[in-house]
């Protein structure tokens, strides 16, 4: 079992690949692909800690190598898990702010 550091480290290096992918504005991301692609378990205890890690992105932020800023907030949280969406602000074509994203100003 991986210390805490070291699965943050994983799920910020395997989302950083995602957005560096990324061609549209925002995405929606599970905390399952996010285990899935650190190469991490999907166990229920990892898949938490992973929850906990994206949790404390969201609230850091995430700066991309070329400098872009990335915003991470709670999507939806129903009975299917957790969903978050990742919003490149300087992508956004309109200003008006996405439906459904709290604390995003775009």
């Known amino acids: 079992m991986e210390h805490y ?3 943050k480290r994983l799920v910020e290096s395997a989302l950083l690949r995602l957005c560096m992918y990324q061609k549209g504005d925002h995405f929606f991301v599970k905390p399952k692909s996010i285990a899935k692609r650190a190469r991490l378990s999907t166990k229920p205890l ?3 800690i ?3 890690a994206l ?3 969201a609230k850091e932020g ?8 990335v915003h991470i907030s709670i999507w ?6 957790i969903r978050y969406i990742v919003v490149f602000p300087e992508r956004v074509k309109s200003k008006k ?3 459904g994203v709290k ?4």
């Open 46 to 48: 990892t898949l938490t």
């Open 5 to 7: 550091e070291d699965i």
């Open 97 to 99: 702010p996405i439906e």
């Open 103 to 106: 604390g995003i100003v775009v």
């Open 76 to 81: 939806k949280n129903g009975s299917h898990g």
């Open 62 to 69: 995430l700066v991309l190598p070329n400098g872009e800023r």
């Open 50 to 52: 992973v929850r906990y």
């Open 55 to 57: 949790d404390e992105l």
